[in-house]
């Protein structure tokens, strides 16, 4: 597996299919809803990960997708090279905001992350990794995270969160929330991962989110120490959804253990 070639050709990709979604402001969106009125999904979230999946099935047949419009084939494991791809990741400020959203792939060999993109496709920012080589802000290395303490940390949260729900203790995160210096909510929550892996948040939680939400990013959390788990501290689990927190490495298991109480 040449990866170095991989990268290019992915970076390539990446690149192509955000100029194409820029273009996409000048003709019509068509928005749907999906799992509930607030999950959205248009056109060009199909139409990009169908030209992801074109593409990657032309440069080798035998690599996996698995998508989030689910246009590529059903993967259900991770052997052999597998693409995880969100083609838009923050659809809902894609839609309302026409910024804020993000293009976020990883690519895995037998289960190993190898190569992580998060490409912020307004500001054509891109953040990638690949594995045992380092991360990069566009041309600039990120460097390994310094510690912070929770008192000094600013975290992502949706503020739901903080509401009463059914799947977390909402009061201890009201406790969170008022330990830390402040908090943010972004609305993608790529953008989210891509920002406490360039130290720009320290880390950043969420009850619900699926595989191709956090592949990318979990790759480049390996290279700068950021800790990337399930709420119960283990793997996020790249075949099925569920609660995720990404953290500086100070910070992670202090928030777990004071702070987490899963219904
Ligand atoms: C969503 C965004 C959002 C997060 C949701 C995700 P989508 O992804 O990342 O910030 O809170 O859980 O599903 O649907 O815009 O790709
Ligand atoms: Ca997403
Ligand atoms: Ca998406």
Not at 83 to 105: A, E, L, Y
Not at 112 to 118: R, S, T
Request: negative net charge.
């Amino acid at each position: 597996m040449d990866l170095q070639q991989l990268d290019l050709f992915a970076k390539d990709l990446i690149m192509q299919a955000g100029q194409r979604i820029r273009a996409a402001f000048s003709y019509d969106l068509k928005i749907e809803t999906k799992s509930n009125a607030n999950d959205l999904v248009t056109n060009i979230d199909r139409e990009t990960e169908l030209f992801f999946i074109e593409k990657i099935k032309e440069y080798d047949a035998s690599h996996k997708i698995l998508g989030e419009e689910g246009m590529g084939e059903k993967v259900e494991s991770l052997d052999g090279v597998v693409w995880i791809i969100d083609p838009i990741d923050g659809t809902m400020n894609f839609v309302k905001q026409h910024r804020h959203f993000m293009i976020t792939i990883g690519i895995f060999v037998d289960g190993v992350g190898k190569l992580g993109y998060i490409f912020d496709v307004m500001r054509e920012d891109l953040f990638c990794a690949m594995a045992g080589q380092g991360a990069w802000y566009n041309d600039t290395p990120l460097r390994r995270l310094n510690p912070v303490k929770l008192e000094e940390a600013v975290i992502g949260i949706n503020t739901i969160w903080v509401t009463p729900n059914k799947r977390v203790n909402h009061e201890k995160l009201i406790e969170l929330v008022r330990t830390v210096r402040g908090t943010r909510s972004y609305g993608a929550a790529a953008m989210e991962i891509a920002f406490v892996v360039s130290g720009k948040l320290d880390a950043y939680l969420s009850m619900r989110l699926s595989p191709w939400d956090v592949a990318g990013g979990i790759i480049i959390a390996q290279e700068v120490g950021a800790v990337a788990s399930n709420l119960q501290g283990q793997p996020f689990n790249l075949l099925s959804s569920g609660t995720f927190m990404i953290a500086n490495p100070s910070i992670h298991s202090q928030i777990l253990e004071q702070y987490i109480e899963l219904k």
